[in-house]
């Protein structure tokens, strides 16, 4: 089983560049980010794990910059977001985006994508609350468009574009219905989010991981439903509390990767939280 990381990443914790080198000389599989462009001071929305909201929400790097550097002092080290925001995103831009750090990379990004909890961060981006998960599957479809092989134009609802020379392309090739990176939706169990991820991803990513037993096999349905792939389909159980229990739990139900929690802080806090985790790496995990 692949162990990548995810932590809030701040103007106030390990650099992007320190904490990406440690990775991978560690023999770690991935880097994460969250996204958060702002937190409004006056906001109704309450912190969903309750309580007051953590002090590193208002204070995220943004993520693709972020990536950007981590990719440049790395080799093989996965690089994804969990999650973009993609409803608070022009979608002709982070097409852009996506596509040139995953070229840069080499392909080693992966598009973690979900729907946001901040309604009052969603609106000042102009976002309708109650359908923003339609306006986030045309934004996919916009985008899927620009990165086909040929020019591909996309008429939608809530946005459109022109055939176009759009360069350069992810470096995944399309499989089934999915065109970009690997790319997995966020969100809680349901038919309506299961049938998005069978749509247009190649898996879920499930925050915290609890459940799945129930779950999977509703998801395994719909993909099947889908036409999809049954071998092809990933669930990354993300921002995880590990233990050797629950990560043996994860692979008997056929997960091969888990994204484990970080606290966002310093250097020294940081890498012993990397110590304390590298047990859990499979025997044999090539470092560098």
Same mark, same amino acid.
């Given at each position: 089983?692949?162990?990548?990381?995810?932590?809030?990443?701040?103007?106030?914790?390990?650099?992007?560049?320190?904490?990406?080198?440690?990775?991978?000389?560690?023999?770690?599989?991935?880097?994460?980010?969250?996204?958060?462009?702002?937190?409004?001071?006056?906001?109704?929305?309450?912190?969903?794990?309750?309580?007051?909201?953590?002090?590193?929400?208002?204070?995220?790097?943004?993520?693709?910059?972020?990536?950007?550097?981590?990719?440049?002092?790395?080799?093989?080290?996965?690089?994804?977001?969990?999650?973009?925001?993609?409803?608070?995103?022009?979608?002709?831009?982070?097409?852009?985006?996506?596509?040139?750090?995953?070229?840069?990379?080499?392909?080693?990004?992966?598009?973690?994508?979900?729907?946001?909890?901040?309604?009052?961060?969603?609106?000042?981006?102009?976002?309708?609350?109650?359908?923003?998960?339609?306006?986030? @599957? &045309?934004?996919? %479809? /916009?985008?899927?468009?620009?990165? #086909?092989?040929? *020019? =591909?134009?996309?008429?939608?609802?809530?946005?459109?574009?022109?055939?176009?020379?759009?360069?350069?392309?992810?470096?995944?090739?399309?499989?089934?219905?999915?065109?970009?990176?690997?790319?997995?939706?966020?969100?809680?169990?349901?038919?309506?989010?299961?049938?998005?991820?069978?749509?247009?991803?190649?898996?879920?990513?499930?925050?915290?991981?609890?459940?799945?037993?129930?779950?999977?096999?509703?998801?395994?349905?719909?993909?099947?439903?889908?036409? @999809? &792939?049954?071998? %092809? /389909?990933?669930?990354?159980?993300? #921002?995880?509390? *590990? =233990?050797?229990?629950?990560?043996?739990?994860?692979?008997?139900?056929?997960?091969?990767?888990?994204?484990?929690?970080?606290?966002?802080?310093?250097?020294?806090?940081?890498?012993?939280?990397?110590?304390?985790?590298?047990?859990?790496?499979?025997?044999?995990?090539?470092?560098?």
């Amino acid at each position: 089983m692949r162990i990548a990381v995810t932590i809030f990443l701040t103007d106030e914790t390990i650099t992007p560049t320190r904490i990406a080198r440690e990775l991978e000389q560690r023999g770690f599989a991935g880097l994460y980010l969250p996204e958060h462009t702002h937190i409004p001071v006056e906001r109704t929305t309450p912190y969903p794990a309750g309580g007051d909201l953590p002090r590193e929400y208002g204070r995220t790097l943004d993520p693709f910059v972020a990536l950007g550097q981590a990719a440049a002092v790395t080799e093989r080290l996965g690089l994804g977001t969990g999650i973009t925001l993609v409803a608070q995103h022009d979608p002709i831009d982070l097409a852009k985006q996506i596509a040139t750090l995953d070229h840069l990379s080499g392909g080693r990004f992966t598009l973690g994508l979900g729907y946001g909890w901040n309604v009052e961060e969603a609106a000042d981006h102009g976002v309708t609350w109650r359908t923003r998960r339609e306006l986030v @599957r &045309d934004r996919m %479809a /916009l985008m899927r468009a620009l990165w #086909a092989q040929e *020019p =591909t134009g996309y008429a939608g609802e809530s946005g459109s574009v022109r055939a176009s020379l759009a360069h350069p392309k992810p470096v995944q090739k399309p499989r089934g219905p999915v065109v970009g990176p690997r790319t997995l939706v966020g969100g809680a169990a349901g038919p309506k989010l299961f049938a998005h991820i069978a749509e247009y991803a190649d898996g879920w990513l499930p925050i915290g991981g609890r459940g799945l037993t129930e779950s999977l096999p509703v998801l395994r349905s719909a993909w099947a439903d889908a036409g @999809r &792939d049954p071998a %092809a /389909l990933e669930v990354v159980p993300y #921002a995880v509390q *590990p =233990t050797p229990g629950k990560l043996a739990h994860y692979a008997d139900l056929g997960i091969e990767e888990v994204v484990v929690q970080l606290p966002p802080a310093g250097e020294r806090e940081v890498l012993q939280a990397l110590d304390a985790y590298g047990p859990l790496l499979p025997a044999g995990t090539p470092r560098a």
